[in-house]
């Protein structure tokens, strides 16, 4: 009985160091994975940047900079870049060969309309109905929402109002033709209008 007692009890020591392994494997692992995740997105924002270096043949940067333009974000947009500089209040987009810079209380409004539904909007849009902001592109995009099936996009693309009687609107198309949802074009796309409307909110926000 006692042996019995003994060799029950070295089974059980066992199997406790067997789960506390499987344990410190299973923490490993789940360290390796945050780990690889961060590293992934390092990668990609180096990626990003590298990217808009590269779509930078007119020296925007070195431009903004002599005008004492702090650059403390850049997003790329499609086939523009946006640069801030929060310690100014000012922005920029620029289509990569002219910009001009705007204080941030310049930025009037803005809108991310999808197939003329607003997504986002901004601080007045909020108040307007998504076409009638978004002007004939938006009510155009919007009649053909309603014949649409849900699972696709026909049209996608953020428009900024701003301050300026030379150029009072921006409209930067991000998808044009249709797009199945469950595609990364799409995915990806939605992502980029997403990312670049928070940092409109922020300049709003923030003017």
Do not use: H
């Not at 990668?43 to 990217?51: G, P, T, W, Y």
């Not at 500089?85 to 002219?98: G, R």
């Not at 428009?159 to 033709?177: G, T, V």
């Not at 595609?183 to 209008?193: D, M």
């Amino acid at each position: 009985m006692g042996l019995f007692k003994k060799v029950n009890d070295w089974r059980l020591k066992e199997l406790e160091k067997t789960e506390a392994t499987l344990q410190r494997v299973e923490k490993e692992k789940e360290r390796i994975d945050e780990e690889r995740k961060k590293n992934a997105i390092v990668a990609d924002e180096r990626r990003k940047e590298n990217e808009i270096i590269k779509l930078d043949k007119y020296n925007i940067r070195e431009k903004l900079i002599s005008e004492n333009f702090c650059i403390d974000k850049v997003k790329k947009i499609e086939k523009y870049v946006l640069f801030i500089d929060d310690i100014n209040k000012k922005f920029t987009v620029s289509n990569k060969k002219t910009y001009k810079i705007y204080n941030f209380c310049d930025l009037l409004d803005f809108e991310l309309n999808e197939d003329g539904n607003s997504i986002v909007k901004g601080k007045t849009a909020s108040t307007v109905a998504g076409g009638l902001m978004f002007g004939p592109i938006g009510a155009i995009a919007g009649a053909s929402g309603r014949k649409k099936v849900d699972n696709e996009c026909t049209y996608m693309a953020i428009r900024l109002l701003l301050n300026d009687l030379d150029n009072p609107e921006l409209n930067i198309e991000l998808i044009k033709q249709k797009t199945p949802k469950e595609l990364g074009t799409y995915k990806k796309k939605r992502k980029e209008a997403q990312s670049a409307t928070a940092l409109l909110t922020y300049i709003q926000n923030n003017a």
